[in-house]
T-cell receptor, first 115, second 112 residues
């Protein structure tokens, strides 16, 4: 069964510092991978996605992520964090073939940004 | 174009009461999902509907039932609510396999 691990429950960074949020997945074939962001009291908004092709994908709000098959990872990065980036971030994996339509989420990483 | 609409936004139930959470989408998407979100647990899939007329269990289906009423609507029913079902419930939709999911704003349910 597919699964997603986000090792960091809570990360604190200073505004202007760089950010990397880790995501590891477990899946036999090439997965579809996603990062979502959730602000307090809100639904989930898609930051970026990987289906195939270039392993470095660009998303909204200046975020990027790199798919590394050898490490089963899809880490999210941002060169310079803004206070408005404080939120919870979820990595998700989806089956890329067959009839399994399930989208599986990690437990999330809460990002705090210090001024 | 409202996207994914969930009703109600908030609800308080007494233990043993029943209720139906409504989800409607105007995106003409094929697949629809119900998730619950609990602190420290991420989002866990309750049920999903790959296409109109089909439904399947996710990882935490016990205590819930669903109905894919038509392509637009996917409802989640709690027949006899329990305090363990206190959670935030999200509906999501997806057009086809290689596309992302879109989420509603959630229903915050408290069972006392």
């Amino acid at each position: 069964a597919q699964s997603v691990t986000q090792p960091d429950i809570h990360i604190t960074v200073s505004e202007g510092a760089s950010l990397e949020l880790r995501c590891n997945y477990s899946y036999g074939a090439t997965p579809y991978l996603f990062w979502y962001v959730q602000s307090p009291g809100q639904g989930l908004q898609l930051l970026l996605k990987y289906f195939s092709g270039d392993t470095l994908v660009q998303g909204i709000k200046g975020f990027e992520a790199e798919f590394k098959r050898s490490q089963s990872s899809f880490n999210l990065r941002k060169p310079s964090v803004h206070w408005s980036d404080a939120a919870e971030y979820f990595c998700a994996v989806m089956n890329s073939g067959g009839s399994n339509y399930k989208l599986t989420f990690g437990k999330g990483t809460l990002l705090t940004v210090n001024p | 174009n409202a996207g994914v609409t969930q009703n109600p936004k908030f609800q308080v139930l007494k233990t043993g009461q029943s209720m139906t959470l409504q989800c409607a989408q105007d995106m003409n998407h094929n697949s629809m999902y119900w998730y619950r979100q609990d602190p420290g647990m991420g989002l866990r899939l309750i049920y999903y509907s790959a296409s109109e007329g089909t439904t399947d269990k996710g990882e935490v289906p016990n205590g819930y039932n669903v109905s894919r009423l038509n392509k637009r609507e996917f409802s989640l029913r709690l027949e006899s609510a329990a305090p363990s079902q206190t959670s935030v419930y999200f509906c999501a939709t997806r057009r086809v396999m290689n596309t992302e999911a879109f989420f509603g704003q959630g229903t915050r349910l408290t069972v006392v």
